[in-house]
């Protein structure tokens, strides 16, 4: 079992900038791809970014390509979302999640994903 605590979120202008943590506990994370997804009011959660066991492969959504960053910190068992020039629309509650079956491609797929977080809110206000 992994634990997933999400932390960072808040309120920020338009343009603002904010970075997310991901703590895991249970277990060590460096076998897992881990993702982080987000859900806005009505609508259905959507894939962020998701980054490979080790870090050297990663999937972003369109929408944030060239405006968030995902990483991970595998000693510190920590995922992050460096998310900059942020818009109105990027306003939802983001979650992280750890994928265990093995593979190292980091999917966007949520279905793909066993472990999550109970998320952190995050409004940009315009």
């Known amino acids: 079992q ?8 808040g309120l920020v202008q338009a343009g603002g900038s ?22 806005a009011p009505g609508k259905e959660r959507e894939v962020v970014a998701a980054i490979s066991c080790v870090g050297t492969i990663t999937n972003y959504a369109e929408s944030v390509k060239g405006r968030f960053t995902i990483s991970r910190d595998n000693a510190k068992n920590t995922v992050y979302l460096q998310m900059n020039s942020l818009k109105v629309e990027d306003t939802a509650v983001y979650c992280c999640a750890a994928r265990g079956s093995g593979s190292n491609y980091p999917s966007r797929l949520r279905d793909d994903y066993d472990y999550w977080g109970q998320g952190t809110q995050v409004t940009v206000s315009s």
């Open 2 to 9: 992994v634990q997933l605590v999400e932390s960072g979120g």
């Open 18 to 39: 904010l970075r997310l943590s991901c703590a895991a506990s249970g277990r060590s994370i460096d076998q897992y791809t881990m993702g982080w997804f987000r859900q």
